[in-house]
């Protein structure tokens, strides 16, 4: 196992820290939640990492039982990593930390790298458990070239990538103004009069959804 500080207390959060707490480990873990991905890819989508601490953070990560190395499918050569069913673990955690980060992005922070496919972690972050809708609805999302969706029935909730057969409401934009409106920068209202969200679907139905993300 790669050498790494370790807090030397008898204490879960430390221990779970030994494990994630170095730099970039969490945005890897946030990677690999979204799906399992090739290290060129994990490259491509932090940039400023580097190779060469990619690659110990991957391996500490693997030593750690959190993350596997697999073949890719229809690719006999080539190697993804995973998360495993322990790293698949941190998945309420990572979504709870991303949605409370939400509120300290600002205008200085929107020169930053950004990624349509992290709207998919987004939206689940930001759901509100306590205000899903008791009904059977379908929102779709279309951000820059990735599409996601909420299905809520029932007053439970499920995730989907890809889209989806006659959505009840769907919403088109930028990866920027996205995150504009998770980070409360911009509000839907506002989106969509200047034209930045694009929406189909009826009023209350989009009423339903913004609430249930706390956008109301």
Known sequence: MSSKRDYGQFCGLASALNVVGERWTLLIIRELLIAPTRFTELIDNLPGIGPNLLTERLRALVDRGVVAQQPVPGDGRARQYALTAVGEELGPSVLALAGWGLQFLGEG???????????????????????????AEVYEFRVADQVFSISVAGGSVAFGRGPVPAPDLAVECDTDTFVRIGARMLSPAQAIATGEVKITGSPAVAERCTRMLGLS
């Open 109 to 135: 922070d929107s020169s930053g790298e950004t990624r349509a496919k992290w709207g998919f972690l987004a939206v689940q972050a930001m759901v509100r458990d306590d205000l899903v809708p008791e009904v």
